[in-house]
């Protein structure tokens, strides 16, 4: 399908800001819709963002609202995450995904491609 990699994790202060990134193969870029996802210690897999082909439609869990922002560049075949007023709960790896019909509803499909995650941790 398409390759991903994830970039710009570490580790922030609680208030601060760090900008994710999302590296993407392939020609197609733009007949895939976008999405991040996280997972933190102990627990499942949470949706946090998605946005459609164009960039013209977002969604985001509503933890999230108002904090997180994605974007994508076609040009560049790259999606970011912009997080700011991150919290020690934000703490988690964070994965990029790929799907040609989902993830703007936060749901994912067998088809779905992943990067290998980068890890967010958020000190109190």
């Known amino acids: 399908q398409v390759q991903l990699v994830e970039s710009g994790g570490g580790f922030v202060q609680a208030g601060g800001s760090l900008r994710l990134s999302c590296a993407a193969s392939?020609?197609?870029?733009?007949?895939?819709?976008m999405g991040w996802f996280r997972q933190a210690p102990g627990k499942g897999r949470e949706f946090v963002a998605a946005?459609?082909?164009?960039?013209?439609?977002?969604h985001y869990a509503d933890s999230m609202k108002g904090r997180f922002t994605i974007s994508r560049d076609n040009a560049k075949t790259t999606v970011y995450l912009q997080m700011n007023s991150l919290k020690p709960e934000d703490t988690a790896v964070y994965y990029c995904?790929?799907?040609?019909?989902?993830?703007?509803?936060?749901?994912?499909?067998?088809?779905?491609?992943w990067g290998q995650g980068t890890q967010v941790t958020v000190s109190s």
């Open positions: 392939g020609r197609t870029f733009s007949s895939y819709t």
């Open positions: 946005i459609s082909r164009s960039g013209s439609s977002t």
């Open positions: 995904a790929a799907d040609k019909f989902n993830l703007l509803n936060g749901l994912t499909s067998d088809s779905s491609s």
